[in-house]
C-alpha cells in the first residue's frame, strides 16, 4: 500500500484491534508455524487464526489470508509473517502479522471500504468503529479492563 497521511493512524487502529489475536498465536511453537508454512499447510494455519481469532472478534472477522513467510537462521530468532484478512462491516483490510518472540507487528497493505466515504479521516473513523463493533468484549467495558 502506498503510504499516505492516513495510513499511519489507520495500521495503529488495527494493531490495537488485533492485539490480543496476535498474543494468541505466538503462544504457539514458532517451529509448527514455520512448518505449516513451509510445507504450506494454508488450512491448517487459517484453523489456528480463527481458534485465535474466535476469542475475541465475530466469526469471519480475522481471516488466515494467502500465505505468509518466516526467518529461520542459525543464532537468531525465528520470525513469522502471517497475512491476514481482516472483515469487520463495511471495510476489508490486507495485512501481516509479524510474529516474534517477545512481539509482534502489522504492516496493512490495503484497506477497502465497501462504501468509501468522501473525507479520508471519516474512512478512518468507521475503521474504528467496525472493529469495535466486530469485537466480543468492547474496549472500554468492565470485561475488558478485567483482562
Given at each position: 500500500m502506498r503510504k499516505c497521511t492516513y495510513s499511519a493512524e489507520r495500521e495503529k487502529i488495527v494493531a490495537e484491534a488485533i492485539c490480543p489475536v496476535a498474543t494468541e498465536l505466538r503462544m504457539l511453537?514458532?517451529?509448527d508455524l514455520v512448518s505449516l508454512l513451509r510445507f504450506e499447510c494454508y488450512g491448517n494455519l487459517a484453523d489456528l487464526v480463527s481458534?485465535?481469532?474466535e476469542l475475541y472478534f465475530?466469526?469471519?472477522t480475522i481471516n488466515f489470508g494467502a500465505g505468509g513467510d518466516y526467518r529461520l537462521?542459525?543464532?537468531i530468532e525465528p520470525e513469522v509473517t502471517l497475512d491476514m484478512e481482516i472483515r469487520p462491516p463495511g471495510v476489508t483490510v490486507y495485512a501481516k502479522l509479524l510474529l516474534q518472540k517477545d512481539?509482534?507487528?502489522?504492516?496493512v497493505t490495503h484497506v477497502a471500504f465497501n462504501e468509501p466515504l468522501a473525507d479520508p479521516d471519516d474512512n478512518t473513523a468507521f475503521l474504528r468503529k467496525s472493529l469495535d463493533e466486530a469485537r466480543y468484549v468492547k474496549p472500554g467495558s468492565a470485561?475488558?479492563?478485567a483482562h
Open positions: 511453537d514458532a517451529a481458534s485465535a481469532a465475530l466469526p469471519g537462521d542459525w543464532g512481539k509482534a507487528g502489522v504492516e470485561n475488558a479492563q
